[in-house]
């Protein structure tokens, strides 16, 4: 599967951005999906996950009640709504996949990573 990451862009802190990741490639609907977040000289951070029938959200504490992770199957898509958003929510996001790892949040479990897009929420 190939992933392609979109949505991203610059926003004011209270805002609202929604991420897409499109797949491309094998069934989308074999794969568990996650969002991670990086900003530079840290480590990869897990942000939200979903399980492949769509079920089993799960979300870091930093992003729960803000963060919505959705995806639509028939569309090979996986989305990331994002609301009320913080500066400190500036980073790089990623969709990633699995096929192996239900409820997976290292990023280790993830095998194929799509090439990311910029948040910056400023104050």
């Known amino acids: 599967v190939q992933l392609q990451a979109s949505g991203g862009g610059s926003v004011q802190a209270g805002g609202s951005l929604r991420l897409s990741c499109a797949a491309s490639g094998r069934p989308f609907r074999s794969y568990h999906m996650g969002w991670f977040r990086q900003v530079p000289g840290k480590e990869r951070e897990f942000a939200a996950r979903i399980s492949r029938d769509g079920g089993g959200a799960y979300y870091a504490d930093s992003v729960k009640g803000r963060f919505t992770i959705s995806r639509d199957n028939a569309k090979n898509t996986v989305y990331l709504q994002m609301n009320s958003l913080k500066p400190e929510d500036t980073a790089v996001y990623y969709c990633?996949?699995?096929?192996?790892?239900?409820?997976?949040?290292?990023?280790?479990?993830?095998?194929?990573w799509g090439q990311g897009t910029q948040v910056t929420v400023s104050s």
């Open positions: 990633a996949a699995t096929s192996t790892v239900n409820r997976a949040t290292k990023p280790h479990e993830y095998h194929t």
